[in-house]
């Protein structure tokens, strides 16, 4: 069975703290792994990554992924309020169809 | 905004009984997906429908049932209501489905609550 798991469940920190998301997966045909940040209803995108060792960044936000290992980190550097948030992890299952597997979601919060 | 439609936003009901959720995928696209967040499970595929046709099942009840229609849009119908169906219902579109990564946009959401 398909599976991606994510660490913490729930994290608290301080502005400007840099924080580390984890996401490790089980997954048949794996091509990509997906981040989404969801604050108050739809997730909304944050990174793509297809290939191992090749950092994605945004701003503050960075990601990459390790495909022997079966992993993915999020990094969130000098966090900021709107920061807090769930951040989802999920993998596309694509079959001659298409589903995406996500984990159970960190939930960060960033106290001022 | 991502240009998918739903509704209800809010929907409050009984144990028992029957309510439809309604999805306007964005304009173009093909492939509709519907998925379930409650607590205890976290985001959870249903179902994907492509161009009508259902494509892929995932942990979908019996009670449950969906279909799009020649217009693309797509309805999620919920029947005989527990009270573990309380949750988000997320409606996402994609242009096509299952031969290559598709991005998935999503909808506001359906809250349903199940008293």
């Known amino acids: 069975e398909d599976k991606v798991v994510q660490s913490p469940l729930s994290l608290v920190v301080h502005e400007g703290d840099t924080v580390t998301l984890n996401c490790s997966y089980e997954?048949?045909?794996?091509?990509?792994l997906l981040w989404y940040k969801q604050e108050k209803k739809a997730p909304t995108f944050l990174f793509m990554l297809t290939s191992s060792g090749i950092e994605k960044k945004s701003g503050r936000l960075s990601s990459i992924l390790d495909k022997k290992e079966l992993f993915s980190i999020l990094n969130i550097t000098a966090t900021q309020t709107g920061d807090s948030a769930v951040y989802l992890c999920a993998v596309p299952i694509i079959q001659g169809a298409q589903k995406l597997v996500f984990g159970q979601g960190t939930r960060l919060t960033i106290n001022p | 905004d991502s240009g998918v439609t739903q509704t209800p936003k809010h929907l409050i009901t009984a144990t028992g009984q029957r309510v439809t959720l309604r999805c306007s995928p964005r304009?173009?696209?093909?492939?509709v997906y519907w998925y379930q967040q409650s607590l205890d499970q976290g985001l959870q595929f249903l179902i994907q429908?492509?161009?009508?046709?259902?494509?892929a099942k995932g942990n979908i009840l019996e009670r449950f049932s969906a279909q799009q229609f020649p217009d693309l849009h797509s309805e999620l119908n919920l029947s005989s209501l527990e009270l573990g169906d309380s949750a988000l219902y997320f409606c996402?579109?994609?242009?096509?489905?299952?031969?290559?990564?598709?991005?998935?946009?999503f909808g506001p959401g359906t809250r349903l609550t199940v008293l």
């Open positions: 304009s173009g696209d093909l492939s």
């Open positions: 996402a579109s994609s242009e096509e489905a299952g031969v290559k990564y598709n991005e998935q946009f």
């Open positions: 997954v048949t045909n794996f091509r990509s």
């Open positions: 429908y492509y161009n009508g046709e259902e494509r």
